[in-house]
């Protein structure tokens, strides 16, 4: 089994800047691609932010320039650092990893969500 634990939602006002974090933790042989995803009220859950095992990074649209993704790989841990917050960022956040497990069987675990709520 592979565990994910998130930390860092809140309540901040618009403009204000949040941190999220993700660890991974469990039988892990091997971690690839590390995300976040964001779901807001009656809408699908939509990709944020992906960070490959070689540092590559895929933003969604409404998030570049604003957010910025980073993982230690000693920490097994993934970042987001969310800046100049919308009211459309609204939404719960969840963490994603994939990689192999020490059976190097795959896995594809998701965080138990975290809220982020812009507001004034």
């Known amino acids: 089994q592979v565990q994910l634990v998130e930390s860092g939602g809140g309540l901040v006002q618009p403009g204000g800047s949040l941190r999220l974090s993700c660890a991974a933790s469990?039988?892990?042989?091997?971690?690839?691609?590390m995300g976040w995803y964001r779901q807001a009220p009656g809408k699908e859950r939509e990709l944020a932010a992906v960070?490959?095992?070689?540092?590559?990074?895929n933003y969604a649209d409404s998030v570049k320039g604003r957010f910025t993704i980073s993982r230690d790989n000693a920490k097994n841990t993934v970042y987001l650092q969310m800046n100049s917050l919308k009211s459309e960022d609204t939404a719960v956040y969840y963490c994603?990893?994939?990689?192999?497990?020490?059976?190097?069987?795959?896995?594809?675990?998701w965080g138990q969500g975290t809220q982020v709520t812009v507001s004034s």
């Open positions: 994603n990893v994939r990689g192999l497990r020490n059976s190097l069987r795959k896995y594809d675990s």
């Open positions: 469990g039988s892990i042989f091997s971690i690839n691609d």
């Open positions: 960070i490959s095992s070689s540092g590559s990074i």
